[in-house]
């Protein structure tokens, strides 16, 4: 299926630190997506990379992909206590809707 | 974008009873899905509910638990029904971005209904 894995499950730091998450799939895409969910409630789409862009940005966000490998990463520069959420990276290839693996814990301390 | 309300936010029920959450959305929209996210997991896909046709459900789940309604572009109502403990999790309703009829970029999330099932 088209579901991607997010490591690590969990992440804490400093505010102010980068956060780096990763993310490998399985099968080809046409894109791949990073979502964000705040306690337990509704998701956030934050950015949306295509399979022939190695790198986009947005604000404070950062992301790469490597088809080659089937992996994407995520980073949150100078990271603030509201970014603490699960963050999930959904591989789309085709057809179908969005499945979702376990995401990343994200914690940030102030 | 799309902006997606769901009602009620929460509820707390009694086992052997159902209940209905809506999910309206303030843009028409072919392709509507609904998700649940039990205590500590990610969300698993239910139904993608489309317009004119019949829900289409994922292994592991059946109409006569979860039936969907999708009587037009910008509403569809998703019923728990003979509800158990296990049933507690939170539900949530989303969109793909417009109504091309295809499944294009972006899934749009509505805020998720709280069950609690005693």
């Known amino acids: 299926s088209q579901q991607g894995e997010e490591d690590p499950q969990a992440l804490s730091i400093q505010e102010g630190e980068n956060a780096t998450m990763n993310c490998s799939y399985k099968?080809?895409?046409?894109?791949l997506q990073w979502y964000r969910q705040n306690s337990g409630r509704g998701l956030v789409h934050l950015i949306l990379?295509?399979?022939?862009?190695r790198e986009k940005h947005s604000g404070r966000l950062r992301v790469t992909l490597d088809t080659s490998k089937k992996s994407s990463s995520l980073l949150i520069t100078a990271s603030r206590a509201a970014d603490t959420a699960s963050y999930f990276c959904?591989?789309?290839?085709?057809?179908?809707?969005?499945?979702f693996g376990k995401g990343t814990r994200l914690s940030v301390i102030a | 974008s799309a902006v997606i309300s769901q009602k009620p936010s929460r509820d707390i029920c009694q086992r052997g009873t159902s209940l209905t959450i809506q999910c309206q959305v303030d843009?028409?929209?072919?392709?509507m899905f609904w998700y649940r996210q039990q205590p500590g997991q990610s969300l698993t896909l239910i139904a993608t509910?489309?317009?004119?046709?019949?829900?289409?459900?994922e292994s592991g789940f059946v109409i006569d638990k979860f039936p969907i309604s999708r009587p037009n572009l910008t509403f569809s109502t998703l019923t728990v029904s003979n509800m158990s403990p296990e049933d507690s999790s939170i539900y949530l309703c989303?969109?793909?971005?417009?109504?091309?009829?295809?499944?294009?970029?972006?899934?749009?999330f509505g805020p998720g209904t709280r069950l609690t099932v005693l």
């Open positions: 099968t080809s895409i046409n894109n």
């Open positions: 959904v591989p789309r290839g085709g057809n179908t809707p969005l499945v």
């Open positions: 989303s969109v793909e971005s417009g109504i091309a009829g295809y499944f294009t970029d972006t899934q749009y």
């Open positions: 990379i295509r399979s022939n862009e």
């Open positions: 509910a489309n317009q004119g046709s019949e829900a289409t459900y």
């Open positions: 843009s028409q929209v072919t392709m």
